[in-house]
């Protein structure tokens, strides 16, 4: 089973000579893959690097992606380019007049890459070179962590998934023990119909009745929807077991659940089959919400 989810965490933290840092990794779900980092002044080089080896392995989902460090021993020095900061808030007074939003506040400010800008003492290459190095193997292992929790993730809404689909093939079951009657029942409904409109049996067209419930039956009958359900069912089942994303397909089979699920109710002429349709789609409803989070 491989099914993976877009929720997971994954953390790693090391340290390099008088460096040390901490990579953490939060995914939730997303219609599809956005990257989002958060990485110190200074070390801007390792932002693209860290994108491009998480889309290699990662396919949806919103991935925010932190980067604390520290070197030990040195005064770090803080200082604020008021050029930067002074153009930020023209813009966001602009921006919260025209939009008639609230003004943003100098906290959110001041988190904007290169309003505040760190001094640290001089780092020698060779230094700069191995903490660099070892910083990116440290993403690496954040970055298993992140795809453990998500698979760990997965295998429960595979359980679920799962168990969604027994109960929707369960219902289906009884759908079609149902709708081999209703020939019958239409049949019985249609001649008791009649039966209080004329006195005489005999005044009742035979051939014409015969046509009429024939018609009828056709349009009450339900097999063509229960075997494209039964279908979607075998569909669903061996995408849960297919490797790689499979979310987006899962997604539109729960759309075509419902289709087939809609004209079973509207086909309906039994009150039984009625419910049997509104415990579908209510299982339906359950799938959707549970495939939203799969990759």
Same mark, same amino acid.
């Given at each position: 089973?491989?099914?993976?989810?877009?929720?997971?965490?994954?953390?790693?933290?090391?340290?390099?000579?008088?460096?040390?840092?901490?990579?953490e990794l939060k995914s939730v779900n997303g219609k599809?893959?956005?990257?989002?980092?958060?990485?110190? /002044? *200074?070390?801007?080089?390792?932002?693209?690097?860290?994108?491009?080896?998480?889309?290699?392995?990662?396919?949806?989902?919103?991935?925010?992606?932190?980067?604390?460090?520290?070197?030990?021993?040195?005064?770090?020095?803080?200082?604020?380019?008021?050029?930067?900061?002074?153009?930020?808030?023209?813009?966001?007074?602009?921006?919260?007049?025209?939009?008639?939003? +609230?003004? +943003?506040?100098?906290?959110?400010?001041?988190?904007?890459?290169?309003?505040?800008?760190?001094?640290?003492?001089?780092?020698?290459?060779?230094?700069?070179?191995?903490?660099?190095?070892?910083?990116?193997?440290?993403?690496?292992?954040?970055?298993?962590?992140?795809?453990?929790?998500?698979?760990?993730? *997965?295998?429960?809404?595979?359980?679920?998934?799962?168990?969604?689909?027994?109960?929707?093939?369960?219902?289906?079951?009884?759908?079609?023990?149902?709708?081999?009657? /209703?020939?019958?029942?239409?049949?019985?409904?249609?001649?008791?119909?009649?039966?209080?409109?004329?006195?005489?049996? /005999?005044?009742?067209?035979? *051939?014409?009745?015969?046509?009429?419930?024939?018609?009828?039956?056709?349009?009450?009958?339900?097999?063509?929807e229960t075997d494209r359900l039964n279908a979607h069912?075998?569909?669903?089942?061996?995408?849960?077991?297919?490797?790689?994303?499979?979310?987006?397909?899962?997604?539109?089979?729960? /759309?075509?659940?419902?289709?087939?699920?809609?004209?079973?109710?509207?086909?309906?002429?039994?009150?039984?089959?009625?419910?049997i349709g509104l415990s579908l789609k209510a299982s339906?409803?359950?799938?959707?919400?549970?495939?939203?989070?799969?990759?």
């Amino acid at each position: 089973m491989t099914l993976s989810s877009m929720t997971g965490f994954g953390r790693s933290n090391n340290s390099f000579e008088n460096y040390s840092w901490v990579w953490e990794l939060k995914s939730v779900n997303g219609k599809g893959l956005d990257l989002r980092t958060r990485i110190p /002044q *200074g070390f801007d080089t390792l932002d693209k690097h860290v994108k491009s080896v998480a889309k290699k392995v990662l396919f949806r989902g919103t991935l925010n992606i932190v980067l604390q460090i520290k070197k030990d021993g040195v005064e770090t020095v803080l200082n604020v380019n008021e050029d930067v900061l002074n153009k930020l808030i023209i813009i966001a007074k602009d921006a919260a007049i025209k939009h008639n939003l +609230p003004m +943003p506040s100098i906290d959110n400010l001041l988190t904007i890459r290169e309003v505040i800008e760190v001094n640290n003492d001089d780092t020698p290459d060779y230094t700069e070179k191995g903490r660099d190095k070892a910083v990116k193997l440290s993403f690496d292992e954040a970055l298993k962590s992140l795809i453990s929790s998500r698979e760990e993730e *997965g295998a429960a809404t595979y359980c679920m998934l799962s168990l969604i689909l027994d109960d929707i093939n369960r219902l289906l079951s009884e759908a079609e023990v149902i709708g081999l009657k /209703q020939p019958e029942l239409l049949k019985e409904k249609y001649e008791k119909k009649l039966g209080s409109l004329f006195d005489n049996k /005999q005044d009742i067209d035979q *051939g014409r009745l015969a046509q009429e419930i024939v018609l009828l039956a056709l349009k009450s009958d339900i097999k063509e929807e229960t075997d494209r359900l039964n279908a979607h069912i075998v569909s669903a089942r061996k995408l849960l077991l297919t490797n790689g994303p499979v979310g987006r397909k899962l997604e539109f089979l729960t /759309q075509e659940f419902n289709r087939e699920i809609n004209t079973l109710c509207s086909k309906s002429s039994d009150t039984r089959l009625t419910n049997i349709g509104l415990s579908l789609k209510a299982s339906i409803d359950q799938f959707r919400e549970q495939v939203l989070n799969v990759e």
